[in-house]
Each structure stands twice: as C-alpha cells, then as structure tokens.
C-alpha cells in the first residue's frame, strides 16, 4: 500500500508541477504576433521525399535546426491545444497536420527580434497557417479565418498585446488568371478585416512577396502583393531566396533570412507608429 501511495503523490507533484509551468506561461504578458498564411509560413524548410522500399514516396523532415532558429524561455507559441508552451521547430506541427512541417521564418523571426531589443520582454508566436490554401480561403467568416481571430484571441487571455501580423502567401492564386487578378482587392479586404476583427486599425503587418509559385501567374501576384498601399503595411521581397528541390518551397537557411527580413521589417514599423495594443 505504502509504495502505491508514494507513486500516487509522485504523480501528483508531476502534474502540478506541469500545470504551474502552463499557468505561469498563460499568465505572463507577452508581446503577440500572428503567423498566417501558406506553405512557406507554416514552413518546408528541411522537408524532402523519402523513398521506401516498397516505392512508397513520403515527405519527412531531416530535424535539422539552426543556431538562429534554437529555442529560447522567452519565446513562446500557443499551441494546437490552445495552450502556451515553449517554442521549437517545427512551429506548426500540430496546426497544418495534413502536411510535413519543418522549418519557417517564425523562431528566426523571434531570436532576431530579442537579439535587436534584448528588453523585448516574453514574445508569443501564434501559428495558424495552413499549406495549399487560396486567398478565398481565408476570407472572412470562413473557418480559416475564424480560427485564426480565434486563436489570437485566446492568446490575450492572461495578458498580451497584439503587435504584429507575418503573413506569406499567395502561391495559389498563381494557379488562375481570374485568381491572379483579383488577388489585391481580395488581400487589401483581408487586412482591412484583420485589424476591424481584432479593434486594431494601425496593426503592423509584415507581409512576403513570392519566390515561386506552382502556377504561370506569380508576377501578378506580386505585383499586387508589392503595390498594397495601407498604412503600417511592409512587404518583403523572398525572390531571389534558395529555393528546395520541389522548387517551390524555401530551404532552411532562406526561411533564416527570411524571418530576419520580416524582424526587420516590422521594427521599421515602429519607427513609425507607436505599438499598437489590445490587453485583456
């Protein structure tokens, strides 16, 4: 009896002791951004075929992380549970699960963040992209789009304010012509509606301009996605970024460069306009 009743109480201590972890997390006040978007956000980085003897082809992960990309305490990402836990690659594991996820812009996007503004304090990542998805997806009322108000929403509870969304896609609507064309009015709606969902109307948003797409329409894309003119709007250009072997989706070391890109981007924005909040 007695060696039941130390197991129980060992038990006990483990899960109060996680429970504390995940309550002092939920009740720190964190500065918030969104990760939303396609593929490229939610992150490839690292993801090739793999064959198996049968002739299967799957897509794996080669867990490669690099130093820019490592974890740190005060980096967080509100996970598929809806819970704050530390942040690791890959960042939307448990978000885009249909898809082999690897490494993104996001935690490179972070550590360069807390390495130019070291009394940054708590940074919360909230991960909510979704590979293969076209612009009408995330349109509102939709249930991308809800999702993703959603989760930011959620991720105030405890304290927080929202600072910024990083937004890369695009790379569907390259697809049709129709698409193509009709891309900047849909994503110029889309913002607008962001920051109208979420009472943030100077809301900084980082977002990519394409470096490939699987359809003959990229450049309509981005020249869309480069002509967006509303205030506290950046664009950052990924062409030009190493490119993996599918020919589509950024390597490891451009998804590095591309969340310093977006770090700096955003701190530019600053510059301009005070931070914007929004504090539960």
């Given amino acids: 009896m007695l060696p039941l009743i130390l197991l129980m109480l060992l038990s006990h201590s483990r899960w109060v002791a996680t429970a504390n972890v995940t309550n002092g997390c939920n009740s720190i006040a964190k500065n918030i951004f969104i990760l939303s978007g396609q593929s490229n956000m939610s992150g490839r980085g690292g993801v090739f075929n793999q064959t198996s003897s049968s002739g299967t082809v799957n897509l794996t992960w080669d867990g490669i992380v690099p130093s820019e990309c490592q974890p740190n305490p005060s980096v967080l990402r509100l996970n598929g549970g809806l819970t704050w836990v530390e942040a690791h690659e890959p960042l939307h594991k448990d978000i885009d699960v249909n898809k082999t996820c690897g490494v993104g812009p996001g935690m490179s996007f972070a550590n360069k963040l807390k390495m130019d503004d070291p009394d940054i304090g708590v940074i919360g990542l909230v991960p909510c992209a979704i590979g293969g998805t076209n612009i009408t997806q995330w349109v509102r009322g939709g249930w991308l789009y809800n999702e ?7 991720a105030l509870q405890g304290g927080g304010t929202i600072r910024g969304m990083l937004w890369y896609q695009g790379e569907s609507d390259a697809i049709d012509l129709d698409d193509a064309k009709l891309y900047k009015g849909r994503l110029k709606k889309f913002f607008k509606d962001v920051r109208r969902d979420l009472e943030l109307p100077t809301l900084p948003i980082v977002q ?9 329409y990229m450049e309509v894309i981005r020249k869309a996605q480069l002509g967006i003119n509303l205030p506290n709007v950046r664009c950052v250009d990924a062409k030009g970024l190493p490119i993996g072997p599918d020919l589509l989706h950024l390597t490891t070391p451009a998804q590095v460069q591309l969340g310093k890109m977006l770090a700096n981007a955003f701190l530019q924005t600053q510059r301009v306009f005070l931070p914007s909040s929004n504090s539960n």
């Fill in 148 to 154: 993703m108000i959603r989760r930011t929403k959620v």
């Fill in 208 to 216: 990519v301009a394409l470096a490939t797409a699987p359809g003959p």
